[in-house]
């Protein structure tokens, strides 16, 4: 089944990394995605890892997966008070032809000055 | 490029009245789109998804409708809201076979 789960919240000091982890369970997943949601907006997309690629580097993004233990991180370096939002990981599922996203629940990141 | 609309961006009605909440694309023909909704402090749920004019998938039994009446143009609609029915919609495109969603910036409904 399609089960995507997310840690509620994490806080970290500016300038420090953030690792923000998202497991899932259908190994048929496709492409993993981060999105972030800042407080009453839409969701921006930040990046995407191939599901034959173990990790993906976009400038102070760092995607890390484990397709072994179904587990996909998102580190952030010199992480920054504006990263402050809400990181939600979602997988693609093309054999369902359902065209949708599996959303987690979404980790909190609060950065403190 | 590429740029999807909603509206109204909030909404406050009472419990019983209809709903009408619009979303547009434009920079793109044939797109997939979506309606999700997010719970207070929850993740998206998704509700109804279409691959073209007149289709539409539901997922989840409600009392919500969408339709599709152009290429770029999706609406989700209410004969008579219910409290439950609170929360922030958001629309998504995808591109013909690309699996990668693109979200706009939601409506924030309130059901009194």
């Known amino acids: 089944g399609e089960d995507v789960e997310q840690s509620l919240f994490l806080s970290v000091r500016e300038g420090d990394s953030s690792v923000i982890n998202c497991t899932y369970t259908?190994?048929?997943?496709?492409?993993l995605y981060w999105y972030k949601q800042e407080p009453g907006a839409g969701l921006q997309l930040l990046t995407y890892i191939f599901s034959n690629m173990d990790m993906k580097q976009d400038q102070r993004l760092t995607v890390l997966l484990n397709k072994k233990d179904k587990h996909l991180s998102l580190r952030i370096a010199d992480t920054q008070t504006g990263d402050s939002a809400i990181y939600f990981c979602a997988e693609s599922l093309r054999d369902t032809g359902r065209r949708a996203l599996t959303f987690g629940s979404g980790t909190r990141l609060q950065v403190q000055p | 490029s590429q740029t999807i609309h909603q509206w109204p961006a909030t909404l406050v009605q009472p419990v019983g009245s209809p709903l009408s909440l619009e979303c547009t694309v434009e920079g793109t023909s044939n797109p997939n789109l979506y309606w999700y909704r997010q719970a207070a402090g929850r993740g998206l749920q998704l509700l109804f998804y279409?691959?073209?004019?007149?289709?539409i998938s539901s997922e989840v039994p409600q009392n919500l409708s969408a339709s599709r009446p152009q290429d770029w143009q999706f609406i989700l609609s209410s004969k008579k809201l219910l409290l439950s029915d609170s929360g922030f919609y958001l629309c998504a495109w995808s591109g013909g076979d690309q699996e990668t969603q693109y979200f706009g910036p939601g409506t924030r409904l309130l059901v009194l």
């Open positions: 259908d190994s048929s997943s496709t492409y």
């Open positions: 279409s691959v073209g004019i007149g289709q």
